[in-house]
């Protein structure tokens, strides 16, 4: 009988694997497991039924640790906190919270916001403005037409990245070494954003991409002359093979991550931000967050090459996109302490459910 697809049951899975997408998977992550045992007092008992079903959950906890060889990203799941129900739905509270706030700069960009150097970028549902304190030398933010960042729709969000698209391209006329464009949705305070009224950031940045863009290109470079096999192929081949893998439109193609940078990571791999199946694909994640697996804070940022050739060879790296829930908005506990920051992801969702709720959505 072949193993359950769960995270918990993820050395399993690997080795009910055909040879051939054993060895693809091995060559990529490492992967192994352990149980974390504990005796609780019976004083504890009826808090811990009343938390995790049972005792026995809590006496012995299946814990898989995954980490990606290529790149060194590692995440830690334990069955215990992976196998709790996910919420769905919007939350009301939250909705008003949003409406309250309208009335911001942002809901008239033209004159609460300042333009960059070369102007504005505008679209059918967003128009650019200049961030006030800058990332770096070129710094904009795509300001959304809709006040509550959730309303979005899959023709809102082409719109959204076109129009940051487009903005990159007009900070590249503007100074020809500002080529590596990096763009990112932080939504809602939870995942970054100061501001409610939706938006997104996009940036511009000279003499070599962002460290972890880069170190990403030279990863996947150096894997191409060690295995003679491309890196981004490979990657969706191993969480295919296991379950995780998905296409969207154009054969765009997307996994749940076996190492997240924290709960509910999907990544989305297509040929370049000018794609249109792209961006559709973008969207429909995004929906299918949204509504199927109740998120409503996050985090998206797209790694794509530069807008001109550079002295660097990325002839073999495409665009890949990620998207991260950043929890309950209303929480006041933090979802990254010192394991995050500097060991490795713990995460709480499994990703073989993330890939089950969201893979019809983006087939369609």
Known sequence: MAPEKRIT????????????????????????????RLDPPETMNAWIEESFGSIDAVREQE?????????????????????RPTDTGTDTD???????????????????????????????HSTTASNIAKYDGFHGVIVFDDH???????????????????????????????????????????????????????TATRHMHYPKVERLRRAAALYAVEHGS????????????????????????????????KDKEVVLIGESMEDEDLRRAVAGALEGYVEKLGVSTFNVAFYTPPLEPAGEDWSNFPT?????????????TSDMGAMELYAA???????????ETLRDGLSA
């Open 148 to 202: 509550n960042p959730l309303h979005f729709t899959p023709e809102k969000v082409d719109d959204y990245i076109t129009v940051g698209l487009n903005w990159g391209r007009k900070a590249l006329e503007t100074d020809p070494e500002a080529r590596y464009f990096f763009l990112m949705w932080n939504c809602l305070w939870r995942a970054g954003g100061s501001i409610i009224h939706g938006h997104a950031q996009v």
């Open 9 to 36: 049951n993820l050395p399993a899975l690997t080795q009910d694997l055909s040879s051939a997408d054993r060895a693809v998977v091995e060559r990529v992550f490492d992967v192994s497991a352990t149980v974390g």
């Open 345 to 355: 992801s713990v995460v709480a969702s499994d990703p073989f459910r993330v890939a």
């Open 320 to 332: 890949v996109v990620y998207l991260v829930d950043r929890g309950d908005p209303a929480s006041r």
């Open 94 to 124: 939250l909705e008003e919270e949003i409406s309250e706030t309208e009335g911001d700069p942002f809901c008239n960009p033209e004159e609460g916001t300042p333009a960059d150097v070369f102007g504005r970028v505008r679209g059918r």
């Open 230 to 261: 491309d890196y981004f192929d490979d990657l969706y081949r191993a969480h295919d093979a296991l379950g995780l893998g998905f296409t969207g439109p154009d054969d765009v193609q997307g996994f749940a991550s076996l190492t997240p940078i």
């Open 63 to 83: 814990i898989v640790k995954v980490t990606n060889l290529v790149t060194l990203e590692g995440a830690i799941f334990n069955g215990l906190r992976a196998s």
